[in-house]
């Protein structure tokens, strides 16, 4: 049997956060493809992007010397294991403008930048990955984080996939905002990960004749009498399983009070990410790094 590498393993990117030519953190980060605007989008946490609370980006986060001035990614080459790398330049023309959500400053912790590959790359966004959406999320369901952990990366750039379980209930939502608790060892690194649902199902494949039997029974051309005499029963595949997965939202660190740290992570919901296009707020670093000339 032929081994694969899961499209979900090329969805997930690593971000080195640069400052003055040195690296000052790590974090992870995904493609959106925004289909209206035709664009594609670096999805992240903006404290990734600044080293800075979301509530109160007036002050950098603890460990931190100042905002990162760059942005480094890594990516394969279109049809090779050859690694391609790019950076988005923060202080680029005066400063570059992403998107944050309307809710920033009551701690929603996402933001889209534009991003721009070499004609080279290989690019994996959120519609080239066969998800499904109608997981029903429960408490204990289990989960992936998919990122990079202290920067740690596979083959020097695949990421590891942490596996979690969800710790609260997703209709509840804490201090009023959208997202979710999870039971999952992450480390730091690991922000801006895309976090999946998984769904075993049971398939059966059909071939010959018969899909398009089912095609147009579909498009309304056949009734389903006329679709039923129509089938084959040496078209249908024995059952087999498949783990299917959901794309439900975005890890942004643990939930930590003080010296407390009861390793509970924090999951925005995958809605805030599409609000960030459907509101969009276009903003600057309000505190952006001084740029330091060579």
């Known amino acids: 049997m032929s081994k694969k590498i899961s499209p979900i393993s090329l969805f997930a990117i690593h971000i080195e956060m640069i400052r003055n030519g040195h690296k000052i953190g790590n974090g992870t980060g995904f493609i959106y493809f925004h289909k209206e605007m035709k ?22 986060l603890k460990g931190y010397p100042d905002s990162p001035d760059k942005l480094q990614w890594k990516a394969f080459k279109k049809g090779t294991m050859e690694v391609s790398s790019g950076s988005i330049d923060l202080l680029e023309d005066n ?4 998107i944050e959500h309307s809710m920033r400053d009551q701690g929603v912790d996402i933001a889209a930048v534009k991003i721009h590959f070499p004609d080279d790359t290989s690019v994996w966004s959120q519609d080239m990955l066969g998800l499904v959406d109608d997981i029903d999320l429960e408490v204990g369901a289990e989960l992936f984080i998919v990122g990079y952990p202290y920067g740690i990366a596979a083959g020097d750039i695949f990421p590891l996939w942490k596996r979690g379980t969800i710790a609260s209930e997703p209709l509840i939502k804490p201090n009023n905002l959208s997202r979710f608790y999870i039971d999952a060892t992450t480390m730091p690194g ?33 009734s389903a009498l006329d679709l039923i005499t129509k089938l084959d029963p040496q078209a249908f595949t024995e059952p087999y399983n498949k783990k299917h997965y959901q794309l439900v939202g975005i890890y ?5 009070d003080g010296e407390k740290d009861p390793s509970i992570g924090i999951v925005w919901n995958y809605h805030l990410i599409e609000d960030l296009f459907t509101n969009p707020i276009i903003t600057k670093h309000p505190f952006p790094p001084h740029r330091i000339d060579a």
Request: overall charge negative; charged content about 20%; aromatic content about 8%.
């Open 39 to 60: 664009s594609h989008f670096l999805i992240t946490n903006y404290h990734v992007l600044t080293a800075r609370n979301p509530k109160t980006p007036a002050s950098l």
């Open 190 to 222: 690991m922000s801006g990960s895309p976090v999946f649902a998984v769904e075993i199902r049971q398939l059966i494949d059909i071939k010959g004749d018969s899909v398009s039997a089912f095609r147009e029974h579909e498009e309304g051309n056949i």
């Open 95 to 98: 400063n570059i403008e992403w």
């Open 252 to 256: 942004s660190g643990r939930l930590v």
